[in-house]
């Protein structure tokens, strides 16, 4: 594996990485599971406070260091929670470093490019986090359950994809992809509590009913997706993600652990010499103003 | 005035809002004052808490509404705080609809367009607060201090500055403008803080020491942007920022006064007939499913 993860015991949530080829079937893994926090919502809170924290200090590290670019990808159907681990996740984390892409229905001009046109120019630069608020993967779920390019024209972006993914990895980029797992009742009742808020109507779109009456076929395109596309380079996570709480703690954890071990390194400080040398321009200046 | 602020009493810190054509002489304003917190600092931090979380409801409904966007300007002397305002005003709001552009030195591309082809590209959308780390002003303050472009060709910017400016406000952008104010002794404490602490290496740069040598020539500078593009519709508040916290406080009152002002509102909820449609469609696809 690209990421050179040992075992289960020491990264338990990697349990949730797909590896390539294998044969994924989503009625295996259950989105209200809780496995890896025992101690239920209160421990894992704490956990991810301490986690938040964690992560808010990495990624200045990694800003300051301006080696690693780092992309997060955020898949999931309506209501799973994509808007809720952006806020939850990296709350507090500086905004300077860190930026949101949302990819929405492409305009004219982007749908007169190759799909991954659009995707290319929002990837993260050195030292960036970047989150990609559904991503590239549209063009294989959207697209595909609704026919918007023909079958043989789709099919080939799953290695299309992987060739993408890989070049940036070549070139320094670590990729995380989170598929967030739910099932119909839980976005049913998601759904039923927007509509019974008056100030949270506007995140519920009478589109997404219709989305909804197709939840089998997005499903056996997600199975694609994370059976074609998660690769040593750019791995797949299904994430249990009827628990809010717990979508978040594995997402974190996953989070804190890659940026972990690329073993960021703070800039070289200054060599005692360097210092002084500062300092007598810093106090020379007095002397002559 | 655009913004139609009633008086000093109401809204006390607008009174750091400079006129336009009003005569500017930067002496005649205290970095180190912080005459609107006679609490002192930690009164300070429990109104800062409260307008942390006024920003975090205000850029909520704004990002809802999708009507106006915001554009905050930084610009300030090395060290004077511009990282620190993003990262404490900043705190906890939601990154999905803030952004931070930083305008470095342009690159070839950038240089072989006029100077506001790149600042264009990233003004805000409808929704979205960005925040300029430097900006367009950069070409009417290190361009001008060191001569990159002649005299006839920057005097020609503030104008051309303002009418850009006009363009964005006619369209739907609301902007705030910050001059983050500290004197040269403040300076150099803060570059000796970065100089003692090994952590803080990575931000000094050697180069700051030599815009340092020109910091009259920056004031000169400066006190003209105040002079020429302070407008009604982008006016510049030149804020006190000697004191770290007293300039948070300073820009987050004005920057939750300004969106109190823009009268956000959420889209209309459903009506109830709406609501029952939806709830049905809903209900009848278990029957069916």
């Known amino acids: 594996m690209g990421l050179a993860l040992p075992t289960e015991r020491h990264y338990p949530m990697h349990t949730y990485r797909i590896d390539l080829d294998k044969k994924v079937n989503l009625d295996d893994f259950d989105p209200a599971e809780t496995r890896y926090a025992p101690g239920g919502k209160e421990n894992a809170e704490q956990s991810l406070l301490q986690l938040n924290r964690q992560l808010e200090a990495l990624q200045e590290s990694l800003y300051a260091e301006h080696k690693h670019r780092v992309l997060v990808v955020l898949q999931g159907m309506d209501t799973s929670g994509k808007d809720g681990v952006i806020r939850r996740v990296f709350e507090g984390v500086n905004p300077q470093g860190v930026r949101v892409a949302s990819f929405k229905v492409p305009t004219p001009v982007e749908l007169d490019h190759d799909y991954l046109w659009r995707v290319h120019q929002q990837t993260p630069a050195r030292g960036e986090i970047v989150i990609f608020n559904r991503s590239h993967?549209?063009?294989?779920?959207?697209?595909?359950?609704?026919?918007?390019?023909?079958?043989?024209?789709?099919?080939?972006?799953?290695?299309?994809?992987n060739a993408f993914e890989r070049l940036l990895t070549d070139e320094g980029t670590t990729i995380l992809k989170f598929f967030l797992h739910i099932d119909?009742?839980?976005?049913?009742?998601?759904?039923?509590?927007?509509?019974e808020k008056p100030e949270k109507n506007w995140k519920f779109n009478a589109g997404d009913l219709k989305e909804r009456a197709l939840w089998k076929e997005y499903m056996k395109a997600y199975e694609d997706v994370l059976e074609k596309t998660?690769?040593?380079?750019?791995?797949?996570?299904?994430?249990?993600?009827?628990k809010k709480w717990y979508r978040d703690l594995v997402i974190s954890t996953l989070l804190v652990e890659t940026l972990q071990n690329l073993e960021i390194r703070l800039p070289a400080p200054f060599s005692a010499q360097e210092i002084a040398e500062f300092r007598r321009q810093l106090s020379q200046e007095d002397r002559s103003g």
Do not use: C, F, G
């Open 137 to 161: 993967y549209e063009d294989v779920l959207v697209v595909r359950v609704h026919s918007l390019v023909p079958e043989a024209v789709w099919k080939k972006r799953y290695e299309q994809i």
């Open 184 to 195: 119909p009742q839980e976005q049913k009742e998601r759904l039923l509590e927007r509509l």
């Open 230 to 242: 998660s690769t040593p380079w750019a791995p797949w996570y299904v994430v249990p993600a009827n």
